[in-house]
């Protein structure tokens, strides 16, 4: 009888072990898709253009999360080679610049350390930026941003 309340016991003990460590595993799981959810919406940007929202999603870099930082704000995008606007930024970025060979329409840039660029159309560059982001979808883009310099409001999502 006294072996069979101690077998009794120590199986007790490792049912309720085992239902506490399965209990303290799921907050941990779902703490984690927690967080990188909200990773994931840190990194998306809304784009406004007149009556036109476009969102982007930022590259996790240095230079976008310095951006970041800098965000909400409105810009005056000055009209360039009839494919992209610009504007120079009161400070500057950090910058890691290479060769993308092919600009997209919806990719976000800086040229330099400082010169933030919106291109609207696909093109090959010999140039050098660093990448920044990139809008979802560029469909209307170049419509929003008309043929001379415009207001662009860039915020977090």
């Known amino acids: 009888m006294k072996h069979a309340c ?5 199986l007790a003990i490792f049912i309720a072990s085992t239902s506490f460590c399965s209990k303290e595993v799921n ?3 779902e703490e984690t898709a927690s967080q990188n959810n909200n990773a994931d919406m840190q990194n998306k940007l809304r784009i406004k253009v007149g009556a036109k929202t476009f969102s982007a999603t930022l590259w996790d870099n240095a230079t ?3 951006l970041k930082k800098m965000l ?14 610009y504007v120079r930024l009161p400070s500057s970025l950090p910058a890691n610049a290479s060769n993308p060979g ?3 329409a ?5 040229y ?3 010169t933030l660029v919106l291109f609207y159309e696909s093109f090959s560059t010999s140039y050098t930026y660093t990448k920044v982001g990139r809008i979802d979808d560029a469909s209307g883009l ?12 860039f915020e977090l999502e």
């Open 6 to 10: 101690i077998s009794f016991a120590l």
């Open 27 to 29: 907050p941990m799981v």
């Open 64 to 66: 976008a999360t310095a």
């Open 72 to 85: 909400p704000m409105t810009l005056e995008m000055i009209e360039l080679n009839d494919n992209e606007k």
């Open 102 to 104: 092919t600009i997209q």
């Open 106 to 110: 919806g990719d976000l840039m800086l």
């Open 112 to 114: 330099g350390s400082n």
């Open 142 to 153: 170049a419509a929003a941003l008309g043929t001379g310099n415009v207001k662009v409001s």
